[in-house]
Structure formats: C-alpha cells, structure tokens
C-alpha cells in the first residue's frame, strides 16, 4: 500500500534530485545538471541535498536546476526581503539564504520543525543563519500575523511557496498583499508530474487526484489574474513565477 493509505503508488514515488524532472530524455537531464548545474552547486547544498535524498519524503525538496534558477531569480531582482511558505529539510531555504545580500532576510514557514532540523546544521556551516526567520506552524496562520502588522504589507520582494497545494489559492491571495508591486511569487508543483494534463478518468493515488486538481484550479486562476504576469515553466515538477502588477 503507497504511503497515506492509497491502494496506488503516488507520482511522485521513486523521484529524488536526480531525476525530478518532466524532460522524456534522462540521458538530456542528466546533461544539464552535469554541465550548467551541478558544477555551480555550493558544497553545502550538495550536502544537504543528498543527506535530503536518503530521506522517507526525500522527493519533496526542490530538484537542483529549480534551486540554481531560485538563486538567480533572487540575484537578477536584488531581493532582501523574502518568505518561503514550505521549508521541508531547508534545500531551496538554503539556496536563498545564500543568494541574499548579507543584510538579507527569509522568513521561513512550515508545519514541521524537525524536517527543518535536518537542515539547520547546513545552513549554519554555510554562514547564513542570520538570514533565516524559521517559523513553525500553519502558514495560513502565520501570514495572516504577518498580514496583522501594516508594516509587513507590500515589504517583501520575493516569495517562494512550496506547501500543501490545496492552499495554494489561499496563500496567493495573502502573498499578494505582502509582496510589493514588481515583487516575484514563485509556485513550485504546478504541473504535478504531468498530471494537470491527463484525462479525469485517468488511474491515480487520492492524493494525486487531490493535489492535481487543486494545481489546475490554480493555474486557470493565475492565468487569469490581472494582478500577475504569468510564466510557467516545465522545470522540476512544474514551476509558476508570478510578477506582481498592482
């Protein structure tokens, strides 16, 4: 029986940073990690990712080009101020701790400390601790505080969500507030291994079903958000980088 009671294995089953991708060509993945990725991978990412790999959920943390392309889209808009909604072992918390100015700052939210924990010792070694605001708890929650707080409306530069998806559209209604106007929202799963474009009748876990419907309720909305400009991009699992308009 697949994890969570399912009589079917999930998507997402047997992936790790290796071959998290929806490219068809293994052999072609491989090549871009080995030539454009990998050899610009800090070593305590490297780490962390392959102590991440061993893990039971070891699937969920962001594959190494999504990481590499969070890393950019931070240096590219000059962000200091930013939130991840989702922290799992801390790999992509990492890489935008280690894309931040020195006086930067990410608050990171998740339900689950002790996946954190995994990764706490990386980020320490990495010099960037100071960055890093770890909050436990619901992020529905947690934003809403933020929200609280007048000063927290339109502070943020960057945001980056990768947390139960059936929140998704909550957390985008939230993040629009907290995000300033030419701020960046980044939505990780959002082709859900290809799954966003199978038939309804189409064989899968629950959970698959679940999640897979919540990403195609957010992607038609996205799409039609005239707050957001909109590019998704077959990386990883399915990534949505949303630039904020008004």
């Keep these: 029986m697949a994890a969570g009671g399912d ?71 000059g962000a200091r101020n930013t939130l991840e909604v989702g922290v799992f072992t801390g790999y992509s918390l990492l890489a935008t701790a280690l894309a931040l100015p020195d ?19 990386f980020i320490e070694k990495a010099g960037v601790a100071h960055k890093v605001d770890f909050r436990e708890g619901p992020a529905l929650d947690h934003l809403d505080k933020l929200l609280a707080d007048e000063a927290n409306v339109g502070a943020f530069d960057f945001a980056f969500v990768d947390a139960d998806k059936p929140n998704y559209v909550k957390y985008h209604e939230q993040l629009l507030k907290l995000v300033k106007v030419g701020g960046t929202i980044v939505y990780d799963n959002t082709l859900w291994a290809g799954t966003v474009a199978m038939p309804p009748d189409t064989p899968m876990s629950d959970l698959d079903r679940r999640f897979s419907a919540a990403i195609r309720d957010l992607n038609v909305r996205l799409s039609a958000d005239e707050r957001v400009e909109v590019c998704q991009l077959a990386i990883a699992d399915g990534v949505t980088i949303c630039r904020r308009l008004v």
């Design 103 to 121: 006086d930067g700052k990410v608050i990171a939210i998740d339900v689950d400390r002790e996946y954190y924990e995994i990764g706490r010792p």
């Design 7 to 77: 009589t079917m294995a999930q998507v997402h089953q047997g992936l790790d940073s290796s071959n998290k991708t929806l490219l068809k060509s293994e052999a072609l993945y491989k090549y871009v990690l080995d030539t454009s990725v990998l050899p610009h991978e800090p070593e305590c990412m490297r780490e962390l990712r392959l102590v991440t790999d061993k893990h039971q959920w070891g699937f969920m943390q962001s594959s190494p080009d999504e990481a590499q392309l969070l890393r950019m889209l931070i240096k590219l808009t």
